[in-house]
């Protein structure tokens, strides 16, 4: 009796103790070893000249925007822009899309400097809390990080390729005869080249903050697919209520994070479509592919890096959102499966044994599917007979909660949803009417 269960509780506690250590180095391992993950990502930001981790970095990145950023745009409307060429290569709407893609820019680029020196890439990207997550949340984020740059370089190869030939059609049509260097065609050949990666920085500047914001966003996500399937366990209140808290919280940080871009974004996209459309539609404009080309281009470029993050800002919000749905759901399944075990005393052997633990359909309220949204489909069956453990007052204090703390990503108090969409795209409609009324007679 004295050493022998000694012994073989000492063993039961050393090996219990054994299994936590390694489930803990499992997480650690992930958390402390993220720098291969992101090995890809920060040689890309290195090669883009965006990185500031260190101050020679800072340093490189902070001229590099200077020059591509600030003086070639510059010199390509003052010195190059050549205002007395024919009509073919004339560039009538030169100013405004140096503004606009340069004040885009500069705003991505201050947001992204900002959010690489405070926070740094691992903790930005949120791969420090990976560690707490399931397999399936870190498995499909680091795939989501992996999309990334071949997202980014959709939007980007398309942009500069355009620009690119319709840069060297300009430059070899003999439209510059500014001999910088001695001889025409070396000058024409650099000044070409110093557009083209002009152009080049300041567009990957603007998609690679909307493709960040977009994949922080696409792990809310997973949390909140991973999160919808404690309606089909035996969870407690209080993991789900915890769980929820802490998505919550992540959710404002992106909030925070992305507030002032987002707002600011949308002023400067605005304002440039509208002069856009001014310049575009008064009288006396003579618009061809050639002179309106470019203006076209940027407005494209600007309105798709737009569209990215209000795409995004909505996804996460109603996937948040349509977490209420499936409480109320859940909880009503659950109530309706209690009420059947609760008569089964009162009904045949045949028909307690039916209606025990049987699911019961629901038919989306919202009318819209998405096939990346279908893990937590609202139309799919629920169990009730696992949830039979909650008590119902529990489950509807959970609801209520729910109910009365919506979340999603918001800018400055507003929730970016489809609501609000509809809010701005009627605003700007009826600014797009007004200015055609102005310009063309429209009424």
Not at 379 to 393: M, R
Not at 397 to 417: K, P, Q
Request: glycine fraction near 6%.
């Amino acid at each position: 009796m004295g050493p022998l269960p000694v012994m073989a509780r000492f063993e039961g506690e050393s090996h219990t103790l054994l299994e936590n250590n390694n489930h803990h180095v499992k997480f650690t391992r992930n958390a402390s070893h993220v720098q291969d993950e992101l090995r890809s990502f920060r040689s890309y930001l290195r090669w883009m000249c965006v990185d500031q981790t260190t101050f020679p970095s800072a340093c490189i990145s902070w001229a590099v925007f200077a020059v591509f950023g600030l003086a070639v745009p510059a010199a390509s409307h003052f010195l190059l822009a050549c205002g007395e060429c024919d009509a073919v290569h004339e560039r009538p709407f030169d100013s405004l899309v140096q503004l606009s893609m340069t004040g885009v820019a500069t705003l991505s680029f201050l947001c992204l400097s900002t959010f690489v020196r405070r926070y740094g890439l691992r903790r930005f990207l949120f791969f420090d809390k990976l560690w707490d997550e399931s397999e399936t949340v870190r498995r499909g984020y680091t795939q989501q990080l992996n999309s990334s740059l071949k997202i980014l370089l959709i939007f980007i190869i398309p942009s500069v390729l355009t620009e690119s030939a319709y840069k060297i059609w300009w430059y070899a049509s003999g439209a510059s005869q500014i001999p910088f260097l001695g001889n025409i065609y070396a000058s024409d050949t650099v000044a070409c080249i110093l557009e083209i990666c002009s152009w080049l920085y300041r567009t990957t500047v603007i998609f690679l903050v909307c493709v960040l914001f977009r994949l922080v966003c696409s792990l809310q996500i997973l949390r909140l697919q991973d999160f919808a399937q404690v309606f089909h366990n035996d969870s407690d209140v209080a993991s789900m209520l915890s769980e929820h808290l802490r998505i919550r919280r992540h959710l404002r940080i992106i909030s925070h994070r992305y507030r002032a871009f987002i707002l600011w974004a949308l002023i400067m996209v605005t304002i440039s479509q509208f002069a856009a459309l001014l310049v575009t539609t008064k009288s006396g404009a003579n618009l061809n592919i050639f002179k309106a080309g470019e203006l076209a281009l940027c407005s494209m470029t600007l309105v798709a890096g737009l569209g990215i993050i209000f795409r995004s800002a909505t996804k996460i919000t109603h996937k948040a959102q349509a977490v209420t749905c499936l409480a109320a759901k859940w909880h009503v399944c659950s109530t309706l499966d209690g009420s059947f075990q609760g008569e089964e005393g009162g009904e045949t052997p045949a028909a307690a044994e039916a209606g025990r633990g049987q699911a019961f359909p629901f038919v989306d309220t919202d009318g819209e599917t998405d096939g990346e949204d279908e893990d937590d489909d609202s139309t799919k069956l629920v169990p009730g007979y696992a949830f039979t453990t909650i008590s119902f007052q529990k489950r509807q204090a959970l609801v209520t909660y729910f109910e009365n703390n919506r979340t999603g990503i918001t800018v400055y108090g507003f929730t970016l949803d489809r609501s609000t969409l509809h809010t701005i795209f009627g605003i700007e409609l009826s600014f797009v009417l007004w200015v055609l009324g102005k310009t063309i007679g429209i009424s």
